[in-house]
């Protein structure tokens, strides 16, 4: 297994550029084995058709792992024929300057990235002889400035037709890589991902308020139940006390009733005893009167018999008094077990009155209480089922609604920052595309205006990364500048156009390297000699960029070139020329 060292140190940014020294082909394409020395500044590599030129831009590009490859579907089909690998190596510049160097994780004047290709499909990548992930090297470059999969960085053979038929946003895409503002862009995406996803938690608290106020209600209107309930089961209650002690003061008044009717009994009871006595009396008295009369022989018979008349009246006087004196004892009798009764009763209702709470003073009598109860019990028994819980139910969930409503608004406070950080954002990355295309726009006319045309750069749709799309325009023969296309333009009026956009904007490039290869070859002599001239003047003004320029063609004189010649020698590229 291969072993995986720590990761690679990025370069500090504007320390310096880096350039590549060396290439090394082994087994690639039509190189067996090829040692190319460029230099920083200008490259130019000449030489017939077919002899391996375009193979050694296309070897760095494969070292520096791009993914674009035009000779082939898969990497392996680049092995040399008949062989079952192929390794190529790009040496890059790692000396220091003011003590320190571009990778300070590396203590080499040079950094040397290889790239193994098997034949079975299979490749990896080596920094110095250290295996390394495709990941870990694309950081190292992107933290030097080099994208090798840019156009407008490396421009392989035909790619300036491939440019031309790109999108416009993708166009745009890669004048951004270019020159450094690709990051404004992942920022903008960055906050539009966070914004998103901040509206995304927006609307899931939305929901979840919404729940929980309905849960709410639901709970509110349950305590409402419950307590509802409880006022009707408290007044049961309370009923069913006054009911034990109304059933207890009814009794009362009964045993006060029976007990009133007694008195009366009684009294009138002494009263007649007390006239039986005297008419007893008065009778007894008569007739020892009569008898004392009737002894002596006096009087008359009327006499007799008037005083004989008052006895009788006296005795039927007597025995009416005696029957209503046993009728009145036996009512008091019986109103003494009626009361006696009433008590035994009133106790035990007392008894169970006490049981169940303190006395209560109604007026009430038990079927009115009753009545109320069975009304009380109705109304009891029409709420069904209330949960007993439902205080501590509404509690929680009025607390779950109340913080939500708090992170609602919390959330609601973070996306109103969230767009004005989209919008600040994107604010900023328009200013700064406004001001790259209001720099290189006249450059890029006056490039074409150099070759008998007339051009414009346009940006559109800035209000949104999504939508922003880079337009060419491009006029040739006297005709209006149009939207570059290839149903508008030729071949060659393609390649002019896109190579004045190259042209202007090689000033604010941030790339140390810099590739094109075989632009000329649809531009007749005239055009291919200015566009030449015009690359190279561009080159020499920014020395302290490296340049690979591959032409097929003439080549111009020109000081301070380092000039490197391949030639195809029995189906072998052999390079020669080149300077340390």
Request: glycine content about 8%; proline content about 3%; aromatic content about 4%.
């Amino acid at each position: 297994m291969v072993k995986v060292h720590g990761p690679l140190e990025e370069a500090r940014p504007a320390l310096r550029r880096v350039y590549v020294r060396e290439v090394v082909l082994e087994n690639f394409m039509s190189h067996e084995y090829s040692r190319v020395r460029v230099s920083r500044g200008i490259n130019l590599i000449t030489g017939p058709n077919g002899a391996g030129k375009s193979s050694i831009l296309l070897g760095i590009s494969v070292a520096l792992g791009q993914s674009y490859t035009e000779r082939g579907e898969r990497l392996a089909d680049l092995i040399r024929r008949g062989r079952d690998s192929a390794r190529v190596s790009v040496v890059l510049d790692n000396s220091p300057v003011d003590g320190e160097r571009p990778v300070r994780s590396i203590p080499l004047d040079t950094i040397t990235i290889t790239r193994y290709i098997k034949r079975t499909g299979e490749y990896w990548h080596y920094v110095n002889n250290r295996f390394r992930t495709k990941a870990e090297v694309d950081q190292l470059l992107r933290s030097l400035g080099i994208n090798p999969n840019n156009l407008l960085i490396v421009m392989h053979q035909n790619m300036i037709e491939e440019f031309a038929a790109r999108d416009d946003s993708e166009k745009l895409r890669m004048l951004e890589d270019a020159v450094g503002l690709s990051s404004m862009r992942e920022r903008i995406l960055q906050a539009q991902e966070r914004l998103s996803s901040l509206m995304g938690e927006v609307n899931a608290v939305r929901r979840a308020l919404e729940e929980a106020a309905a849960a709410v209600e639901y709970w509110k209107s349950e305590v409402e139940k419950l307590s509802r309930k409880r006022e009707l089961e408290s007044r049961r209650t309370a009923l069913e006390l006054e009911f034990l002690w109304s059933l207890a003061r009814s009794t009362e008044l009964a045993v006060r009733r029976k007990s009133e009717l007694l008195d009366q009994v009684r009294s009138e009871l002494f009263g007649l005893r007390a006239e039986e006595a005297e008419v007893s009396e008065t009778l007894r008295s008569r007739r020892s009167a009569l008898a004392e009369l009737l002894r002596s022989g006096g009087g008359d018979v009327e006499s007799v018999l008037r005083e004989v008349d008052g006895l009788i009246e006296l005795a039927a006087r007597r025995g009416v008094i005696g029957y209503r004196i046993g009728e009145l004892e036996r009512e008091g009798r019986a109103l003494e077990r009626e009361i006696r009764a009433l008590e035994r009763e009133l106790d035990e209702r007392v008894r169970a009155a006490s049981e169940r709470g303190p006395r209560v003073e109604t007026d009430r009598e038990p079927s009115e209480v009753q009545e109320e109860l069975k009304f009380v019990a109705l109304q009891l028994s029409s709420f069904g089922t209330v949960v007993g819980e439902a205080e501590e139910m509404y509690f929680m969930a009025d607390s779950k609604f109340r913080s939500l409503q708090i992170r609602a608004e919390e959330l609601e406070q973070n996306v109103r920052r969230a767009l004005e950080e989209v919008e600040h954002r994107k604010r900023v990355w328009r200013e700064k595309l406004e001001e790259l295309v209001s720099e290189v726009n006249p450059v890029y006319d006056e490039i074409l205006s150099s070759v008998g045309g007339t051009g414009a750069i346009r940006v559109r749709g800035l209000e949104d990364p999504a939508t922003a799309r880079l337009e060419l325009y491009a006029g040739f023969r006297g005709n209006p500048a149009t939207l570059l296309d290839a149903r508008a333009h030729s071949g060659g009026e393609r390649v002019l156009a896109t190579l004045g956009f190259l042209l202007a904007v090689q000033s604010r490039v941030k790339s140390p390297f810099r590739a094109v290869d075989e632009f000329d070859v649809h531009l007749d002599p005239l055009n291919r000699e200015r566009m030449m001239t015009m690359l190279l003047e561009t080159a020499r003004r920014h020395g302290d960029v490296q340049y690979i320029i591959i032409t097929p063609g003439r080549v111009p004189e020109m000081e301070g070139v380092n000039l490197i010649v391949v030639q195809n020698v029995s189906g072998r590229s052999i390079v020669t020329g080149g300077q340390g």
